[in-house]
């Protein structure tokens, strides 16, 4: 909240109209990172979903476990916009949110984060089980200590290791049903995990500038844009045939197999696009990255799909 900013009848102000306690409203949800939250939630609710016993918990466990889920996302979120607000202030993308632009005060945005994420945690604990508030509140940790604190700032190898943070929530939504963590989870959190990278390499070729600008380590900073590109080959060849593993051991049927094949082929044809797509002598786009923009679009139609697929599959095949 700004510090300008009055409550209704405080030295004999004027109340504030209604659309600016819906614009501080807003403000309030924004440091949630809604868009992030969404991929977030949708994952937790796929590993909740294959979950043996998963049509057997009752929605009102199931529902408030998903609760759980996007609010410890957005605590951690949250906290992230506390503690860079310094480097978010200086990129263009960033510079217009909460904090920032001065419309939330930065102690005020990390009480809050900190509080959502006892919440979350202590609410999963009681409605589910001890394993998903641990994981839970494993995956908070790793957001905001091993990526924002640590890693963010000091290697260009920040995504490939701080992308163990949003690989939690299919584990998190399993656990949640089943009170354990087994090989599929861990498969699903390797899907996540390897699909990060190429996700945001992507974006990052065409945030090149903001990136420099604040500091921060990105692969196309340290190491350039060819370099970046390689990555994202290599990676995406990663991921094409992890994104099989589930009907490999057995879990998945064919029908998943065949759209997890065609996801794979699909991301490493606009992989192999941007590592060809035309440069300057110093590896920049001359296509105003046009391959990373589409590749980057495209990754989260492969994980959202892919995940719906297995989702799916589970529910019209069974165990």
């Known amino acids: 909240m700004s510090d300008t900013a009055m409550e209704p009848g405080q030295g004999g102000a004027a109340p504030l109209p209604a659309s600016y306690d819906m614009s501080e409203v807003g403000d309030w949800i924004a440091l949630l990172k809604p868009r992030v939250m969404t991929l977030v939630v949708f994952s ?92 839970l509140a494993l995956s908070i940790a790793f957001y905001v200590f091993v990526y924002t604190m640590w890693l963010k700032r000091r290697t260009p190898q920040n995504i490939v290791i701080g992308g163990a943070a949003g690989a939690f929530p299919p584990v998190i939504g399993w656990a949640a049903v089943t009170g354990d963590v087994t090989l599929v989870p861990v498969l699903l959190f390797a899907i996540i995990f390897a699909w990060t990278p190429p996700h945001f390499w992507a974006l990052s070729l065409w945030a090149h500038d903001d990136y420099a600008r604040a500091g921060v380590p990105m692969l196309p900073v340290t190491d350039g844009a060819r370099r970046t590109r390689r990555h994202i080959l290599a ?35 606009h992989a192999l696009a941007v590592l060809r797509d035309a440069q300057d002598a110093e590896g920049r786009s001359l296509t105003r990255d046009a391959p990373a923009k589409a590749c980057f679009r495209f990754s989260l139609t492969y994980l959202f799909v892919l995940f719906a697929a297995l989702a799916a599959d589970r529910l019209v095949f069974g165990p």
């Open 44 to 135: 937790g609710l796929v590993g909740m979903l294959v979950a043996p016993g998963a049509l057997a918990m009752h929605p009102v466990l199931a529902g408030t476990a998903i609760l759980c889920i996007a609010v410890a996302a957005g605590a951690a979120g949250a906290i992230n916009m506390w503690y860079d607000r310094d480097i978010d202030a200086v990129m263009r993308r960033t510079a217009r949110r909460p904090i920032p632009d001065g419309r939330i005060q930065p102690n005020a945005a990390l009480a809050f984060g900190v509080m959502l994420s006892v919440a979350s945690v202590t609410l999963m604990w009681l409605a589910t089980n001890l394993v998903a508030a641990g994981v």
């Open 235 to 269: 990676y995406t060849v990663l991921l094409a045939p992890l994104g099989l593993a589930p009907w490999a051991v057995g879990f998945a049927s064919g029908a998943y197999a065949v759209v997890a094949a065609a996801l794979g082929a699909l991301f490493l044809r």
